[in-house]
């Protein structure tokens, strides 16, 4: 009934109050990803997710009630979770009684439910759209046909009064007849298909991601897949897959299979997925503060090399053990230093730094850069730490950094690149996502989610998509076969609208 699209033209008027007093800050919430944590500590980590918003100031903003709550996407959660989240949402009230919260939902949820709520204090009930309201929609699309049709037509006169179904009417009326809601789902699905020039893998990749979407949150993004996405038969697969990559990586580069081994075995056991904040805070760190976190990173990790090796040589330097140690300590320190200098910064999220995503991909191209430049200035620290003792006590510069050396230097730079910006375990994860019998992604992802935006199934939001209507994800997860057509799909139980 137009839910959402009333709820954001809210947010647009608060937003311009907001500007003009100091009021609130409207903030969009999609409550369809939440898993059962309190309403508070879920929120703080939402704003991270979406928007970038560090911990700390986060928590100032919700413990100070200095947002407006646009509470979205509780239809989507199972039954069992929405009373969960009800009873959440309705505790933050309780305890912040000056945090302002709109939510947005059918009526017929919380009727069938029984879920009330006690601390929001008016409600709006969205009717369906006038004849009036109708012809100024179809005239304002100069499509008098339309009109016609829905004249003429007793089943469109009662389709069309629903803003849903009067959308999907004007993309695809073409004349033909459409008996009731059903056929309308069917034809919008079917022609919109047709139209987006789909073929059959792309409609069992699209059936395969709304089963998927129906226990996560709707919007998906294609930097978001984790192993949680794989089949279970899968995610042992892939862990051995990242120790073979690893493996073959440092046996290939650095020349010791052995090493490549036992560190992949350790990487394939720490999800990096599972530290958002580190991970994320790479991807969106500016050049600015880029460089912040470079001059940080790279000044730890040279002093601490220093001080490491320098303290642990001057004892061994009477066994001839001096240069040695110090080289090896150094690069220890620099390895310390960096790790402790660069968590630091990273934890809690890069602050003062507010960002949506824009486009695909987006936060596993940033992040790979990123830590291509920080690793990689690591790296230089190490090497200098190796060279320059020996260069001071008047020995050849690589007596400490042979061929050796520098491919387990530069193998291990490579590996930490590629697994600390999640650029290894999600060219894995695309690659065992591939379809089959349990259904994918079709390799070329970008390409299958334009088709489908084109085909107007699903809407771009924010770097990712979302299908157009909860309902007809539904549709589409529940009644697609291999390929879609009218006989053979059938539209899930039918609840009034709002």
Same mark, same amino acid.
């Given at each position: 009934?137009?839910?959402?699209?009333?709820?954001?033209?809210?947010?647009?008027?608060?937003?311009?109050?907001?500007?003009?007093?100091?009021?609130?800050?409207?903030?969009?919430?999609?409550?369809?990803?939440?898993?059962?944590?309190?309403?508070?500590?879920?929120?703080?980590?939402?704003?991270?997710?979406?928007?970038?918003?560090?911990?700390?100031?986060?928590?100032?903003?919700?413990?100070?009630?200095e947002?407006?709550?646009?509470?979205?996407g509780f239809?989507?959660?199972?039954?069992?979770?929405?009373?969960?989240?009800?009873?959440?949402?309705?505790?933050?009230?309780?305890?912040?009684?000056?945090?302002?919260?709109?939510?947005?939902?059918?009526?017929?949820?919380?009727?069938?439910?029984?879920?009330?709520?006690?601390?929001?204090n008016?409600?709006?009930?969205?009717?369906p759209?006038?004849?009036?309201?109708?012809?100024?929609?179809?005239?304002?699309?100069?499509?008098?046909?339309?009109?016609?049709?829905?004249?003429?037509?007793?089943?469109?006169?009662?389709?069309?009064?629903?803003?849903?179904?009067?959308?999907?009417?004007?993309?695809?009326?073409?004349?033909?007849?459409?008996?009731?809601?059903?056929?309308?789902?069917?034809?919008?699905?079917?022609?919109?298909l047709?139209?987006?020039?789909?073929?059959?893998?792309?409609?069992?990749?699209?059936?395969?991601?709304?089963?998927k979407?129906?226990?996560?949150?709707?919007?998906?993004?294609?930097?978001?897949?984790?192993?949680?996405?794989?089949?279970?038969?899968?995610?042992?697969?892939?862990?051995?897959?990242?120790?073979?990559l690893?493996?073959?990586?440092?046996?290939?580069?650095?020349?010791?299979?052995?090493?490549?081994?036992?560190?992949?075995?350790?990487?394939?056991?720490?999800?990096?997925?599972?530290?958002?904040?580190?991970?994320?805070?790479?991807?969106?760190?500016?050049?600015?503060?880029?460089?912040?976190?470079?001059?940080?990173?790279?000044?730890?990790?040279?002093?601490?090399?220093?001080?490491?090796?320098?303290?642990?040589?001057v004892p061994?330097?009477?066994? =001839? &053990?001096?240069?040695?140690?110090?080289? +090896?300590? !150094?690069?220890? @320190?620099? #390895? $310390?230093?960096?790790?402790? *200098? %660069?968590g630091?910064?990273?934890?809690?999220?890069?602050?003062?730094s507010?960002?949506?995503?824009?486009?695909?991909n987006?936060?596993v191209?940033?992040g790979?850069?990123?830590?291509?430049?920080?690793?990689?200035?690591?790296?230089?620290?190490?090497?200098?730490?190796?060279?320059?003792?020996a260069?001071?006590?008047?020995?050849?510069p690589?007596?400490?950094? =042979? &061929?050796q050396?520098?491919r387990?230097? +530069?193998? !291990?730079?490579? @590996?930490? #690149? $590629?697994?600390?910006?999640? *650029? %290894?375990?999600?060219?894995?994860?695309?690659?065992?996502?591939?379809?089959?019998?349990?259904?994918?992604?079709?390799?070329?992802?970008?390409?299958?989610?334009?088709?489908?935006?084109?085909?107007?199934?699903?809407?771009?939001?924010?770097?990712?998509?979302?299908?157009?209507h909860?309902?007809?994800?539904?549709?589409v997860?529940?009644?697609?076969p291999?390929?879609?057509?009218?006989?053979?799909?059938?539209?899930?139980?039918?609840?009034?609208?709002?």
């Amino acid at each position: 009934m137009g839910k959402t699209h009333t709820l954001v033209a809210v947010g647009q008027l608060l937003l311009q109050r907001a500007k003009q007093a100091n009021a609130p800050i409207p903030v969009l919430i999609d409550l369809s990803g939440w898993q059962g944590e309190t309403m508070r500590s879920w929120l703080i980590d939402y704003l991270w997710e979406e928007y970038r918003v560090a911990k700390t100031i986060a928590e100032d903003w919700i413990d100070g009630s200095e947002l407006t709550l646009l509470l979205d996407g509780f239809d989507h959660l199972p039954t069992a979770q929405q009373r969960s989240c009800a009873h959440a949402i309705e505790t933050l009230l309780r305890t912040s009684p000056d945090q302002t919260a709109i939510l947005c939902c059918r009526r017929t949820v919380l009727e069938q439910s029984g879920i009330t709520f006690n601390h929001f204090n008016s409600g709006v009930n969205i009717t369906p759209l006038a004849a009036q309201q109708v012809k100024d929609y179809t005239v304002a699309l100069q499509r008098d046909d339309l009109w016609q049709g829905i004249k003429g037509s007793k089943a469109l006169q009662v389709l069309a009064r629903v803003p849903l179904h009067l959308t999907m009417l004007a993309l695809i009326y073409r004349g033909q007849t459409i008996a009731n809601r059903e056929g309308l789902f069917n034809t919008f699905i079917t022609e919109q298909l047709s139209q987006g020039k789909t073929t059959p893998t792309d409609q069992a990749a699209l059936q395969w991601l709304a089963q998927k979407l129906e226990t996560r949150s709707r919007t998906f993004r294609l930097d978001q897949l984790q192993a949680t996405w794989l089949p279970a038969s899968r995610r042992v697969l892939y862990r051995l897959l990242v120790v073979v990559l690893l493996a073959l990586v440092y046996g290939l580069i650095g020349g010791n299979l052995v090493l490549g081994a036992a560190i992949g075995l350790v990487a394939s056991q720490i999800d990096v997925e599972s530290f958002p904040r580190y991970r994320l805070s790479l991807a969106i760190t500016s050049w600015k503060t880029l460089g912040v976190m470079a001059l940080a990173s790279s000044g730890a990790a040279l002093g601490v090399g220093l001080m490491l090796g320098g303290v642990l040589a001057v004892p061994l330097s009477r066994f =001839g &053990l001096g240069l040695s140690t110090f080289g +090896v300590a !150094g690069a220890m @320190g620099a #390895i $310390l230093g960096w790790c402790i *200098a %660069l968590g630091g910064l990273l934890w809690g999220g890069v602050q003062n730094s507010i960002q949506l995503r824009t486009t695909p991909n987006q936060d596993v191209i940033i992040g790979l850069r990123n830590c291509t430049i920080l690793v990689g200035l690591l790296g230089g620290i190490i090497a200098l730490l190796l060279v320059a003792p020996a260069v001071m006590s008047n020995q050849p510069p690589f007596t400490l950094l =042979g &061929l050796q050396r520098i491919r387990l230097l +530069v193998v !291990g730079c490579l @590996g930490s #690149i $590629l697994w600390l910006s999640f *650029a %290894l375990q999600q060219a894995i994860l695309r690659l065992l996502l591939l379809p089959g019998k349990q259904g994918g992604i079709p390799f070329s992802e970008r390409a299958w989610l334009k088709r489908l935006v084109t085909s107007h199934l699903l809407k771009p939001v924010a770097g990712g998509v979302q299908f157009c209507h909860e309902d007809v994800r539904h549709l589409v997860a529940e009644r697609v076969p291999q390929s879609l057509t009218a006989e053979t799909l059938k539209p899930k139980k039918e609840t009034a609208p709002l």
